[in-house]
């Protein structure tokens, strides 16, 4: 059986037949910790959003293996959610539990409990009542990682989990994520900070709309490598049409 847990042959995405990302192949493996880096605008999102079944491939194919959409737990970046939404934060937390209760089902007393013991753990204990829009966004962002932690799910994709919080936040976030990565769940999360990558993350797949490296974090996040990625982000045609590799006979 295959170490992979999600694999990926030939992979272009895109919009309105636009490429963001061309011809990616490789593999996550199962209870693989990587880091997605590259420069702004290099298909990083666009990958996550691909992984998730929300945008079609223009071209290649994405193999879940024995897993399944509803296999997956992701966080979007805060600025794609409404927080205005009058909804407190257990109530964020429990919509975690939407595919064991049904977007509309009803959740069971055991759930509740599973969903106060995830705020503990995040260190917003007695904020079960307040309005999720009355938060910091530090405080949202551990609401949101609680929601995932009673998710429960196998492969757990982050966009941009640690922008604009604070270090503590920081901290307590990654801590959260080592703990999944111990318990063999497959993690993928979006990043900038090299830095944190390179102390936290084990694998990181360089993206500037192509592969440029993808493998342990300390060969891919070579100067040499972040040199190309930027001389190819100031190279990007934004109008570029829909590419198709042509392999050889």
């Not at 290649?60 to 737990?73: E, K, M, N, T, V």
């Not at 962002?141 to 640690?162: H, K």
């Not at 974090?217 to 590419?243: F, G, I, K, Y």
Request: hydrophobic share 45%.
């Amino acid at each position: 059986m295959s170490d992979a847990a999600i694999s990926i042959e030939n992979l272009t995405l895109g919009y309105d037949q636009h490429p963001a990302v061309h011809h990616l192949d490789g593999q996550f493996a199962v209870g693989s910790l990587t880091a997605i880096v590259g420069p702004n605008g290099a298909g990083k999102s666009t990958l996550l959003q691909g992984l998730m079944g929300l945008l079609a491939p223009l071209d290649g194919h994405i193999d879940l293996g024995p897993w399944a959409i509803s296999d997956f737990g992701f966080l979007p970046q805060q600025a794609q959610l409404d927080i205005s939404f009058p909804i407190s934060v257990l109530d964020t937390v429990c919509l975690g539990f939407y595919r064991d209760a049904g977007l509309f089902g009803g959740v069971t007393p055991a759930m509740i409990e599973r969903a106060r013991t995830a705020l503990r753990e995040v260190g917003l204990e007695g904020f079960e009542e307040r309005p999720s829009g009355a938060l910091s966004r530090g405080q949202f962002q551990r609401v949101l990682f609680a929601r995932l932690m009673v998710q429960d799910a196998a492969l757990i994709l982050l966009d941009e989990p640690f922008t604009a919080i604070d270090d503590k936040t920081c901290a307590d976030l990654l801590a959260i994520i080592h703990g999944w990565h111990r318990d063999g769940r497959t993690v993928i999360a979006v990043l900038h900070d090299y830095n944190l990558i390179r102390g936290h993350f084990p694998d990181t797949l360089l993206l500037a709309r192509e592969c440029l490296a993808w493998g342990p974090t300390s060969d891919v996040l070579s100067p040499e490598n972040l040199s190309r990625a930027h001389l190819m982000s100031q190279a990007w045609a934004e109008d570029a049409p829909v590419c198709v590799r042509v392999d050889a006979a």
